[in-house]
């Protein structure tokens, strides 16, 4: 009988098995991403780890918006919103534009909203 992995159910490598792991392994050593830039990613997708700023992001889906409309909006303090903007600015997912002494806020680029889309998609797939 095969031992099962404790944590997936699947069969486990068992110790007197023959195949080797190794080509494959190095292949995907050789694909795999450095430490620092896994840092980055893992980094990144935290910044997606707030609702705050995930319905921040949906709103300039449609509009560039100062912090007041966006506080308006989500019905929070223009503080937390500052807060998270800063956040998301920092992260380069959102960019500021100022018109007299309003700061408007757009999202960075495409890929931000792709990154959300996909994974709306994918929480919403049946």
């Known amino acids: 009988m095969t031992e099962k ?3 997936s159910g699947t069969p486990a490598c068992a110790a007197e098995d023959t195949h080797s792991h190794a080509a494959l392994l190095e ?4 694909e ?4 620092n830039t896994l840092y980055d990613l893992a980094d990144l997708f935290k910044i ?3 609702t705050t700023r995930v319905k921040i992001l949906y709103a300039l889906f449609e509009s560039e918006l100062c912090v007041c409309a966006l506080a308006e909006l989500l019905d929070v303090s223009q503080s937390a919103v500052s807060h998270q903007l800063r956040v998301l600015k920092d992260a380069e997912l959102v960019t500021r534009r100022r018109d007299g002494k309003t700061i408007y806020y757009s999202l960075a680029d495409e890929h931000v909203r792709a990154i959300i889309e996909m994974g709306f998609e994918h929480i919403t797939e049946e």
């Open 32 to 35: 795999l991403p450095d430490d």
């Open 48 to 50: 997606f780890g707030d």
């Open 27 to 30: 292949e995907i050593r050789h």
């Open 5 to 7: 992995d404790q944590t």
